[in-house]
């Protein structure tokens, strides 16, 4: 006696229809991933794909399709927009394998590239750095480029990753954002506008030098010069 057929299984409509509207809602909103990753990338070194970003970024908009209640939120990217943002950024610190060494080659060509800066208004080349520091330039070029990717990151994790201390055992964020408002009130007017544009309204360099007619250099200066301040008041060595 032949066993009884098994019955295929038959799709589940509202499944399927639930499944067809998160993978609209993805579709819709590829553009702005996109947007979003050329904007991040305009502020990283050479060496950080776009591919790699819009990636990242699309995945955790997937994940994030199959969790949105449109009657919790009634909009998608309202809900899911910084998550993105977020899983861009966990990738770029994924990237951040800086040892105590290239910390302090960092810390030493922050150092020249400020005071060449102040001296002349504009960033001085590798091949400099590598001669000044006798360092080979290739390394220069690497912590330039450590340093460009830790820049587009919070001001806690900058200070935690150049200093190699946990920051946040040592001040809550709010502390740490009431002590950036603190130390901005000693900064003239053109500079606060510049830190505010550069991180809370997340421009990149050249979208702030157009919007203000500063060079990229003053601002990437400006920026150097409160973290400074912040590890100062913070009790941060500096060697």
Same mark, same amino acid.
């Given at each position: ?81 910084? &998550? @993105?943002?977020?899983?861009? /950024? ?12 290239? %910390? ?5 060509v922050d150092h020249e590239i400020t005071a060449y800066l102040g001296e002349h208004g504009n960033e001085p080349d590798d091949a400099y750095l590598a ?15 450590s340093a460009m990717i830790v820049s587009i990151m919070s001001l806690n994790e900058q200070i935690t990753i150049l200093s190699g201390e946990d920051t946040?055992? &040592? @001040?809550?964020?709010?502390? /740490? ?12 007017? %053109?500079?606060?506008?510049?830190i505010q544009l550069y991180y809370f309204e997340e421009l990149n360099l050249k979208e702030i030098s157009e919007i203000l007619d500063i060079s990229e ?23």
């Amino acid at each position: 006696m032949n066993p009884t057929p098994l019955k295929k299984q038959q799709p589940n409509p509202y499944s399927q229809n639930i499944k067809k509207e998160q993978d609209e809602l993805v579709l819709q909103y590829l553009p702005a991933v996109r947007a979003m990753a050329y904007r991040l990338r305009e502020r990283l070194p050479a060496s950080v794909d776009v591919n790699d970003l819009i990636s990242i970024g699309t995945e955790e908009m997937i994940k994030l399709s199959r969790r949105y209640d449109k009657d919790q939120n009634d909009s998608f990217w309202g809900y899911g927009k910084k &998550r @993105v943002y977020g899983s861009m /950024l966990d990738f770029l610190r994924s990237l951040d394998t800086m040892s105590r060494a290239n %910390r302090r080659l960092i810390k030493m060509v922050d150092h020249e590239i400020t005071a060449y800066l102040g001296e002349h208004g504009n960033e001085p080349d590798d091949a400099y750095l590598a001669q000044l520091l006798n360092e080979d330039i290739e390394k220069i070029a690497e912590a330039r480029n450590s340093a460009m990717i830790v820049s587009i990151m919070s001001l806690n994790e900058q200070i935690t990753i150049l200093s190699g201390e946990d920051t946040a055992q &040592r @001040v809550e964020k709010d502390e /740490l954002m009431e002590m950036v408002q603190s130390i901005l009130t000693t900064f003239n007017e %053109r500079e606060q506008m510049i830190i505010q544009l550069y991180y809370f309204e997340e421009l990149n360099l050249k979208e702030i030098s157009e919007i203000l007619d500063i060079s990229e250099s003053r601002i990437s200066q400006i920026h150097k010069k409160l973290l400074v301040k912040i590890k100062e008041q913070l009790g941060i060595n500096h060697g």
